[in-house]
């Protein structure tokens, strides 16, 4: 053991530092670095500046540098002085995810087994780091990977992406009779530009990396090459924003064998702190040469040259003591063991108040939150599926505080009945001649006013057809019929006129109350299952919901086509009301033609005055046209009169037979197997309901989430509470 890290062990304060530099080297493993600004020793410098070299000759560990991956990842050295033979475990503690962003918990993982054989130590670094930058590669597939088999530019083992640059973390415990008691962070070296097919986004993730360990609660280990003027150096300007007073910052120069002649002065300046001053000053130290590297110096050589170097050499041989006290590694760990146990126990009191009010208001944020999903969520499925088609009833049989839905629906099916009334026939039993003169159709008869509660937004659609127009349709329609006879096809041809567009008017009705279920059944998902989003349950609930709803009305539509279909041919038994109506539509057609041929009222009054002085006192107005003889179109008036009546019967059937067909094959039938039907697509009816109706009401994913970072982040803090609590139990 050299004596000067003898020195560091023997004095009296040895353990308590060794202790202090566990306790943050656990606190680290335990995650407490995410939750609190923990004391550490950040290295950092230039690309080339010598920081590999640096934390190679205070590590006494030899690091890669032919890949130069070294750099591409933080490196973690816990020191501990041992008696005992040398050992390292590498470790690899995951802080971020491939993309950057931070894990829920950090965890810090063995990677491979502990070694005894300090030369295994460089290639098993090379295959953790490779592991941190692969992470679409299970870790442990590194640990015995042939590190000649591995391609330039190509991702090893079928790893998606090698990561140029990540934030996580290779850490290498070690223990040997020639470490001290040292714990610090060995970042990426800070670089100005990029090679040839690296993203240049590297130059400021590097610079990030850095700016953030070396902020707040951190020592910070500032390698400067002397091969170049200290301005110069980003590492030197990171350093002084992040410690403008240079209070937290030590500075370390290397390589002093390569200034020329005059230009030792500055450096030297430098170093007794006349230039460019720190609290905690600079150190400088010789580390082997490209030349002396090849040899493969042993741990205990390289520091022989370095004393040899300073104390042969001029002018470091020549100035005074207090400068040479900062000369050589052994000079600098010993220092940065002191000012991290320093740190450390200048923090503990806040660290350990910090804890407890932490872990305070994790358990008491925990308690705020909704209770988890239910024990038996298969019985609470039920109940939601159960109360949801139980609302849905209430709805569909519009009982009181339910009546929104059969509301909407009443204007859907006034309306249908009285665009069916505007396809009814426009008969005018007048010639068409005769009326050429006119602008306006004549008034249609009083039978169909008595039903038209809004006669001018409710006229017949049809074209007006005269009466000559119904006797040339009788003349075409003749084929084998006796004479007087109207050919039953004529009649069938004016009614299917009216019916053309009936097929629109059935369709626009059921769309109406359509829209009107599917807004309540809308209404009723969001308010018993918006809020079972994360396992997919209102999702499945919807598409159960939105399959039936089509087959409700792919069923009744096809019943809607079938009672269209019932119109064609015309048929009723009702004879009665086709009776009394054609009666009222011959009476009034035939009062309208005689209205017209007949001479002022105040003639015929008189014609039926003098009838009755000649006994003839029971005649009528409308008798009197029975002197005229028959009418030359009564055949045409008389189907006029039957069409017209059968119209009235066929509007009277459809109008009831439509909202009642929608009511018991659209609304009920759905509410009617709606139970079933979700019971069965939810698997509620198979082995496995239980598992399923857990996935289904897992919780809201921003409540998951959260009771689980906040789960994850109390036995956290739980953990480094009892390692604090058991810290301060045994100092005492």
């Known amino acids: 053991m050299h004596d000067n890290t003898a020195a560091i062990a023997s004095h009296a304060y040895a353990k308590k530092v060794q202790a202090l530099i566990k306790l943050i080297i ?8 995410s939750h609190f600004d923990l004391p550490r020793i950040a290295v950092i410098g230039n690309q080339s500046a010598g920081k590999s070299s640096l934390v190679e000759a205070i590590s006494g560990i030899t690091v890669p540098r032919a890949s130069g991956t ?65 992470p679409s590669v299970a870790a442990d597939r590194f640990v015995n990977l042939d590190l000649q088999t591995l391609e330039p530019d190509e991702p090893p083992l079928g790893s998606r992406r090698q990561l140029q640059f990540s934030a996580n973390v290779v850490c290498v415990q070690l223990s040997s009779p020639d470490s001290a008691d040292l714990s610090f962070i060995d970042l990426p070296g800070i670089i100005s530009n990029v090679t040839d097919g690296e993203d240049p986004g590297n130059i400021d ?3 990030n990396l850095v700016q953030e360990h070396i902020s707040g609660n951190s020592l910070i280990l500032l390698t400067i090459t002397m091969r170049d003027d200290i301005q110069n150096q980003s590492a030197a300007l990171l350093a002084k924003a992040a410690d403008p007073q240079g209070s937290r910052t030590i500075g370390v120069l290397t390589k002093p064998d390569t200034l020329q002649e005059g230009e030792h002065s500055a450096w030297i300046d430098i170093l007794a ?40 050499e001029t002018p470091w041989r020549e100035q005074p003591s207090k400068v040479q006290s900062r000369m050589g590694v052994p000079n600098l760990t010993k220092q940065l063991s002191k000012l991290l146990s320093q740190l450390i126990e200048k923090t ?75 396809t009814r026939p426009m008969f005018i039993p ?24 809004q006669e001018s937004r409710l006229t017949s659609t049809q074209s007006p057809k005269y009466i000559d127009d119904v006797r040339e349709l009788i003349k075409l329609s003749l084929t084998r019929e006796l004479p007087y006879n109207v050919p039953f096809s004529a009649k069938v041809r004016l009614i299917e006129e009216c019916f053309e567009t009936w097929p629109s008017h059935f369709r626009a009705c059921f769309d109406e109350v359509h829209d009107a279920y599917q807004s309540c059944l809308d209404n009723l998902l969001a308010r018993h299952f918006q809020k079972f989003t994360n396992g997919g349950l209102f999702d499945q609930v919807r598409n159960i919901v939105d399959s039936e709803l089509a087959l409700a009305k792919e069923s009744a539509l096809d019943r809607i086509d079938w009672l269209l ?40 009054r008189s014609a039926l005055k003098y009838l009755s002085e000649i006994r003839f006192k029971k005649i009528r107005e409308e008798d009197l046209s029975k002197l005229d003889g028959p009418d ?93 609590n058991t810290f301060a139990t045994l100092a005492k």
């Open 348 to 422: 503990l009191p806040k660290l350990r108040q910090d804890s407890r009010a932490s872990l305070m208001s994790t358990s008491s944020e925990l308690s705020t939150l909704p209770p988890p999903p239910p024990e038996n969520p298969t019985s609470e499925l039920l109940k939601l599926v159960t109360n949801f088609t139980s609302e849905l009833n209430s709805h569909v049989q519009g009982l009181p505080n339910y009546e929104g839905l059969i509301q909407r629906c009443r204007p859907a099916y006034n309306s249908f009945g009285n665009d069916i009334l505007t």
């Open 70 to 134: 070294c750099t591409r990842c933080p490196m973690e050295c816990r020191l501990e002085y041992s008696t005992s033979p040398f050992k390292c475990q590498v470790l690899l503690r995951i802080e971020r995810d491939e993309f950057g962003n931070l894990v829920e918990e950090v965890k810090e993982s063995k990677f491979g087994p502990l070694l005894h054989d300090k030369t295994e130590l460089e290639d098993m670094l090379r295959r953790a780091q490779l592991a941190i930058l692969n």
């Open 430 to 453: 007048f010639e068409k001649d005769a009326f050429e003169e006119f602008d306006d159709i004549p008034d249609e008869p009083e039978i169909v006013k008595e039903d038209i509660q």
């Open 273 to 312: 702190g006349k230039i460019n001053p720190l609290t905690h000053g600079y150190y400088v130290t010789k580390q082997p040469a490209v030349i002396e590297l090849k040899e493969k110096l042993s741990y205990e050589e390289g520091r022989a040259r370095e004393r040899a170097f300073f104390e042969k």
């Open 205 to 207: 993730l590097i610079k």
């Open 632 to 724: 030359p179109f009564e055949q045409e008036l008389m189907l006029m009169a039957e069409v017209s009546a059968y119209f009235r019967v066929a509007y009277k059937r459809v109008i009831d037979n439509l909202p009642r067909s929608i009511d018991h094959d659209f609304l009920r039938s759905l509410k009617d197997r709606m139970q079933d039907a979700l019971i069965t697509g939810l698997g509620l009816d198979g082995t496995d309901n239980k598992e399923i109706a857990g996935r289904y009401l897992s919780e809201d994913p921003d409540i998951t989430a959260r009771r689980t970072g906040l789960e994850i982040t109390k036995k956290s803090l739980e953990g480094i509470n009892r390692k604090l």
């Open 26 to 33: 656990d606190l680290r493993a335990l995650g407490a670095q």
């Open 565 to 604: 279909k019932l119109e064609n041919p015309p048929f009723t038994l009702n004879d009665f009301y086709f009776s009394d109506y054609r009666e009222r539509y011959l009476t009034s057609y035939r009062k309208q033609r005689q209205t017209d041929m007949c001479p002022n009222p105040e003639s015929i």
